[in-house]
């Protein structure tokens, strides 16, 4: 499980999910493709299926991937809002308002610190959201075109002359 980046609660489901047998997709070993190519109607049938196989492997991994941002994201969210509580607890029997209270809170350099692994973490889970919708989207299209060929009322008698 090196390849994925997991926090203590992810790694606990991931043991959960081992205990009942179940396992996660690796990382694929090729690298992840930028985009497809321009016109899918040029790759041959044997590399058209490696390509939607790839696309496949990466959606899976991403899939996991995103859940494990989302988990790690609640995490440090549900992390901030009980330091930010805690804090203006403790900030309210110094100031006179709460406002300034408030004030005193976001002033407090560990209260900024959590804001800012939150604000990472999100951008972590939205990136990994957005490639992962982007496998998703690659792996429909690769279908269709897969669905295209076999569809093709003349492919088996074709196919029988062009070898």
């Not at 406002?99 to 809170?105: E, K, P, S, W, Y």
């Not at 407090?108 to 692994?117: E, G, L, N």
């Not at 939150?118 to 279908?143: I, M, P, Q, T």
């Amino acid at each position: 499980m090196k390849s994925y980046r997991m926090g203590p609660e992810a790694r606990a489901a991931v043991e959960a999910a081992r205990a009942q047998g179940l396992s996660l997709p690796e990382k694929p070993a090729e690298e992840m493709r930028d985009s497809l190519p321009r016109d899918l109607t040029e790759l041959d049938d044997v590399a058209l299926m490696q390509m939607y196989t790839e696309t496949i492997g990466w959606s899976d991994y991403l899939a996991v991937q995103q859940s494990f941002a989302q988990t790690d994201e609640r995490r440090i969210k549900r992390k901030l809002e009980f330091l930010e509580a805690k804090a203006l607890i403790q900030a309210k029997t110094v100031a006179s308002k709460v406002t300034d209270a408030r004030l005193l809170v976001k002033d407090d350099p560990a209260i900024q610190d959590i804001h800012d692994k939150a604000a990472s973490a999100e951008a972590y889970r939205k990136l990994v959201e957005s490639l992962f919708n982007n496998c998703e989207r690659d792996s429909a299209l690769l279908s269709r075109e897969l669905t295209r060929r076999t569809a093709a009322p003349d492919r088996g008698r074709r196919e029988r002359f062009e070898r």
